[in-house]
């Protein structure tokens, strides 16, 4: 055996020192080789944060996940949020209270113009009440509905002057003229009676179609 390394060492002509010299290149190149393999494999993982997060929106990383749980969040919430409506043909004033920018004057205010037509036909009439703010209005329209089976109407061919005056919507001389045609005409049909004889002007029928019937 000795005899075989002996000629080993005389074919390669290595010195000890110059074997050692070997052993120590071949383990750098083995190091080298190494690394070339686990060296890339990292700079693809940073290359891949990096677009990451240049792809994701401006502030942190986490900003979009805390959106997307905080949106659903704020729906969930909403969707079991109930609003209860009030019906301003039935309520009382302390409900009218209740509501943002109503106060005990303009709670008795819509009570009383509801009093004087005879009942809501729509909550856009509340923009008729005196002293009530357009903001105020529009602040409060969505928690507000009108029951139009609640609004007493007026039989046009019965009605006495005193129960045609009250209603906003006519004018004395409208009144008047309205009693006078019913006593020399008789029975007043229908709204094209009282537009057609110029008794009240075409713009008015549609305020006031839900207060006027044409009995029998």
């Known amino acids: 055996m000795s005899l075989l390394w002996d000629q080993v060492r005389n074919w390669f002509g290595f010195t000890r020192r110059e074997r050692r010299a070997t052993f120590i290149l ?4 083995t190091v080298i080789i190494s690394l070339r393999y686990i060296i890339p494999d990292r700079s693809i993982a940073v290359e891949i944060a990096l677009a990451e997060v240049r792809q994701a929106p401006s502030g942190t990383e986490t900003a979009p996940d805390t959106r997307k749980e905080i949106v659903p969040a704020a729906r969930s919430r909403a969707g079991v949020q109930r609003i209860t409506l009030i019906d301003i043909n039935r309520c009382d004033s302390a409900s009218l209270e209740a509501l943002p920018g109503i106060g005990p ?3 008795a205010r819509i009570i009383r113009y509801r009093n004087l037509l005879g009942g809501y036909a729509r ?3 509340l923009r008729e009440v005196y002293g009530l703010p357009e903001e105020t209005f529009l602040m409060i329209e969505k928690r507000l509905f ?3 089976l609640a609004v007493r109407r007026i039989d046009i061919n019965k009605a006495q002057y ?7 919507y006519l004018e004395k001389s409208e009144v008047a003229g309205i009693l006078k045609f019913r006593e020399l005409e ?4 229908s709204m094209s009676d009282l537009t057609v004889n110029k008794l009240i002007p075409p713009e008015k029928v549609a305020r006031l179609s839900p207060y006027i019937e044409f009995g029998e």
Do not use: E, F, K, T
């Open 123 to 125: 909550v856009s009439q």
């Open 26 to 29: 071949l383990v750098l190149i």
């Open 146 to 148: 009108a029951d139009s």
């Open 162 to 168: 005193r129960d045609l005056i009250r209603l906003p």
């Open 105 to 107: 004057v303009l709670s």
């Open 186 to 189: 008789g029975r007043i049909a």
